[in-house]
């Protein structure tokens, strides 16, 4: 039981929280979650969202991490060591195999974003040293969205720096960028939710983001609050279940770091959400139907006004590149580390390289959906959109299913037990059922309600 993993190993638990926190706080927290709550009415979403996580998401948390550090390799063969061991069927390796795409898919269109973020990082550096101002933030946007080889430059750019840290490994490339990054973000979205209560419109936000105007919720609202919850965990793709495969055995409570990730991921959130919507409504913005460009066509205009506000400026955008580079480096390691066992260890760099260079081709795709193809509509969506959709919405909750039903009901109970030896036994038994009927049938129903 105390064997390592060949891919490296956390050196400390506060290493792995960070490295889990990291991979959770990315672009879904501070850039994804701000407009879905102002595309799909507000209060709603966000407490149908809150719900989706306590219910669903920490318990699948747990047994992601518990299912990589029992297996101790990548997702497809920890499943199968796991399905082995507990005698149950192999079909449920699938879940690897699942998570393996939902993983690329996402990345693909992951960096195509993050690149925007660079991109803004990049302007106010150059207005540190005279550049122009952003005067008019929506022109900006949309100047940079259609300027395909722009957006393919900053987009292979943020490949790059993801797949130089995955092909460092564990210990040298994952841990030393989380170390400092991590509790820098916090600090400034701290500073910039101090700023918004100077505009005067606090509460205007907090009506927005927390009065739940019930007529909003309908099975597409239950939709994307799960597919959210589940993306801004990183779970159902099996990113959690690398990151504990490299997890220490002993000293660590799986429930306990998991509740801390969970935790400090919901509160990046709603943070974001208390520092960007004062800044919308106080420059007469709208906050509903923001669309991905929310965060891009508001905070210029703050950081225009501010004190200060071009450091901030590059500071925020900075920064939030970080965040979303510790996300992705999560989202390329669990294929790297398949190719790795399948090929032998000296690969890791050409494992790591190769799928990236795929990512970042299938990111072309989103890319031309922003401009020369933005014409082009499958399901009455963009490209870009669609394989958000397809990946977001639909992958991640049927990974996170089969993974509840697969710790729930196939799991042998020792191992179980095993890694869960400090739960106190009432929790244990509420955790169970909640993987085994709760949050299986929740996912089921809000699948099937919006595919009807
Ligand atoms: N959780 C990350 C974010 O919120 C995105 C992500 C999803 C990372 C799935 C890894 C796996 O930005």
């Known amino acids: 039981m105390d064997k390592t993993s060949i891919h490296g190993m956390w050196s400390s638990r506060l290493m792995f929280i960070l490295a889990a926190t990291g991979s959770a706080v990315g672009l879904g927290n501070i850039w994804r979650f701000p407009y879905m709550a102002s595309d799909n009415g507000g209060g709603a979403f966000v407490l149908v969202y809150l719900a989706c996580i306590a219910i669903v ?42 998570g393996i795409v939902a993983g690329i898919l996402i990345l693909s269109f992951y960096s195509v974003v993050a690149g925007w973020t660079l991109h803004y990082a990049w302007l106010y550096l150059k207005q540190l040293f005279g550049g122009a101002a952003i005067t008019d933030p929506g022109a900006t946007f949309t100047s940079l969205l259609s300027n395909p080889f722009e957006l393919t430059f900053w987009h292979g750019l943020f490949m790059l720096l993801t797949v130089a840290v995955v092909a460092l490994g564990v210990e040298h490339g994952l841990e ?16 910039l939710v101090a700023y918004g ?36 965990l990183s779970l159902g793709m099996c990113a959690m279940m690398t990151y504990g495969a490299y997890l220490p055995r002993s000293g660590i409570s799986i429930p306990r770091v998991g509740a801390a990730v969970a ?66 480096i999560s989202l390329l390691e669990p294929a790297t580390a398949f190719l790795v066992e399948k090929y032998g260890m000296a690969s890791r760099k050409r494992a790591a390289l190769s799928i990236a260079v795929l990512c970042w081709a299938l990111g072309l795709l ?34 996170g299913m089969l993974i509840a039903l697969f710790t729930g ?19 244990f038994t509420a955790w169970r059922w909640l993987l085994r009927i709760v949050a299986p049938a929740l996912v089921l129903v809000v699948l099937l309600r919006a595919l009807a």
């Open 57 to 98: 998401g920490l318990p699948i948390l747990i047994a992601e991490i518990l299912i990589g550090r029992h297996g101790r390799v990548s997702p497809v063969n920890t499943l199968r060591g796991l399905a082995k061991e507990s005698g149950t069927s192999r079909n449920w390796v699938a879940i690897g195999w699942l």
């Open 176 to 191: 030393r960028a989380v170390r400092f990054l991590m509790p820098a973000l916090f600090l400034m979205l701290l500073i």
């Open 197 to 232: 209560f100077t505009t005067g419109h606090v509460g205007e936000a907090a009506a927005f983001l927390f009065r739940p105007d019930w007529s909003k919720i309908d099975g597409n609202v239950f939709l994307r609050a799960m597919g959210q919850a589940f993306f801004t």
């Open 263 to 328: 935790l400090t991921d919901t509160a990046v959130a709603l943070l974001a959400g208390m520092a960007i919507f004062p800044l919308v409504i106080a420059f007469g913005l709208d906050p509903a139907g923001g669309g991905p460009g929310l965060i891009f066509n508001s905070l210029p205009l703050a950081f225009n006004e501010m004190p200060f506000g071009i450091v901030y400026g590059l500071l925020f955008f900075g920064l939030l590149s970080v965040a979303a580079w510790t996300s992705s």
């Open 366 to 399: 989103s890319v031309l959906s922003l401009n020369v193809w933005s014409d082009v509509r499958i399901l009455d969506r963009d490209i870009m959109t669609f394989i958000e959709f397809i990946a977001n919405d639909l992958m991640l909750p049927l990974g």
């Open 409 to 427: 009901w196939a799991l042998n109970n020792t191992i179980l037990r095993e890694q869960l030896s400090e739960m106190p036994e009432a929790l």
